[in-house]
């Protein structure tokens, strides 16, 4: 499988790699937002590449993927809580919630570690809650798998905020959540992509392998091929 995972900052190579020379990106399986892009530019690359888009919101722009939804309480309710809306703006929210993917069991988590008043922010406790119930969805689907003689699937993590202790920082708004660490440890993702985290140049990668997991920032673009177990990034820059 080969994806295009984008967050945080528009990248003005992409946008001129799919007017210019599309077909660098096109061969792209599916697209990954990990947060904190505004629609249109999440729409523009969708619509261009024509593949199926899976995201999570981080700490900015909610408003422009919940709108006047948000003042309804039980919606409130429904996306702290991990039931989110499954098909929203052109692409399948994935914020506490799984999908199947191709040969994978897709998982994601939105938000950021909460620091002010704002929108789509989680105490640690909060987003505790929300992993409780992705891994117990995960359980159900293996299960299912199970009685059905299917493969067993792989799984694939997403997420706006970082892991504890992997590429986040020191202050409250960048500090990553520790029931990920939980979460990845026990459930051994294969991959885990995730944003928030902004660092300079082009070339540079941010990339982790803790226990079974390679962790990477996707800021602001990568494009991630996985065969069998062999996972390989790109920055965009390099195709």
Not at 97 to 106: A, K, L, Q, S, T
């Amino acid at each position: 499988m080969k994806i295009l995972a984008v967050s945080d900052v528009e990248d003005k190579l992409l946008e001129k790699i799919i007017e210019k020379t599309p077909e660098k990106v096109k061969s792209v399986d599916c697209i990954f937002s990990c947060g904190d892009l505004q629609g249109d530019y999440i729409e523009y690359i969708t619509d261009a590449l024509s593949k199926s888009l899976y995201y999570v919101v981080g700490n900015h722009y909610a408003l422009q993927f919940y709108g006047k939804e948000l003042k309804k309480r039980h919606l409130l309710k429904k996306l702290y809580f991990g039931k989110g809306m499954r098909l929203h703006f052109g692409g399948i929210d994935m914020h506490g919630r799984i999908e199947i993917v191709g040969d994978y069991i897709v998982a994601g988590f939105g938000g950021a570690m909460r620091y002010n008043p704002g929108f789509f922010q989680f105490e640690e406790i909060e987003m505790e809650k929300l992993v409780k119930k992705v891994r117990a969805d995960i359980l159900r689907q293996r299960i299912i798998d199970f009685l059905l003689f299917r493969k067993r699937k792989k799984l694939i993590a997403m997420s706006h905020a970082p892991i504890a202790g992997v590429h986040d920082k020191s202050d409250k708004c960048h500090k990553g959540f520790k029931c990920f660490r939980d979460f990845l440890f026990k459930e051994k993702p294969i991959l885990w992509l995730h944003g928030h985290i902004h660092f300079e140049g082009q070339s540079r990668r941010q990339e982790t392998m803790l226990d079974e997991t390679l962790i990477t920032n996707v800021y602001s673009s990568k494009i991630i091929e996985i065969k069998k177990s062999e996972i390989k990034t790109l920055n965009v820059n390099e195709l």
